[in-house]
T-cell receptor, first 113, second 114 residues
């Protein structure tokens, strides 16, 4: 599985757009890029997944350059409730290998009023 | 989506006792489920893969005799922490792969061994 590197933490203010970049230099041809969100004392929750270019859903956008060696999760107009840890995973459809996910350290996003 | 229900959400037990954590796949028949452990301010670490009707597969360094996994049906996997010690205190999370895109996680179980 490709190793991922993310910033340990980020700070933002309510209403701002937040972009979290993840590096995955060794991504394989069959790998997808999947982002999960985790609140304290809860299990992670799927946010978005992409293979290349741009993917957008109701909560986020995912930008993937042509070489796929990095990806950027974009959260538009964050609120206090977006304070969480965000994990970038690279692997098969689930973000891992056959469903078992290898989590990196993640990025702790703190949104301030 | 494939909802995963984990129970209990919190448990406090005495050192030396055993604790069972249940993970139910409510609307998806899960032949495979996964158990993770998360210590404070750390990431999730995969402990084992639970296989319905067969033995679980444990990650390196995880004691199979201490963390007993049973996956007797397509909707239920259980993790039993045997002879618990304070160092076993952690947040335990299960998941399944309910579809082709995402993994679905339980709410997690906060285990405190005193």
């Amino acid at each position: 599985l490709a190793k991922t590197t993310q910033p340990i933490s980020m700070d933002s203010y309510e209403g701002q757009e937040v972009n979290i970049t993840c590096s995955h230099n060794n991504i394989a041809t069959n790998d997808y890029i999947t982002w999960y969100q985790q609140f304290p004392s809860q299990g992670p929750r799927f946010i978005i997944q992409g293979y290349k270019t741009k993917v957008t859903n109701e909560v986020a956008s995912l930008f993937i350059p042509a070489d796929r060696k990095s990806s950027t999760l974009s959260l538009p107009r964050v609120s206090l409730s977006d304070t969480a840890v965000y994990y970038c995973l690279v692997g098969d459809n689930y973000g891992g290998s056959q469903g078992n996910l290898i989590f990196g350290k993640g990025t702790k996003l703190s949104v301030k009023p | 989506g494939a909802v995963v229900s984990q129970h209990p959400s919190r448990v406090i037990c005495k050192s030396g006792t055993s604790v069972k954590i249940e993970c139910r796949s409510l609307d998806f028949q899960a032949t495979t489920m996964f158990w993770y452990r998360q210590f404070p301010k750390q990431s999730l670490m995969l402990m084992a893969t639970s296989n319905e009707g067969s033995k679980a597969t444990y990650e390196q360094g995880v004691e199979k005799d201490k963390f007993l996994i049973n996956h007797a049906s397509l909707t239920l996997s259980t993790l039993t922490v045997t002879s618990a010690h304070p160092e076993d205190s952690s947040f335990y999370i299960c998941s399944n792969t309910g579809g082709n895109t995402e993994a679905f996680f339980g709410q997690g179980t906060r285990l405190t061994v005193v």
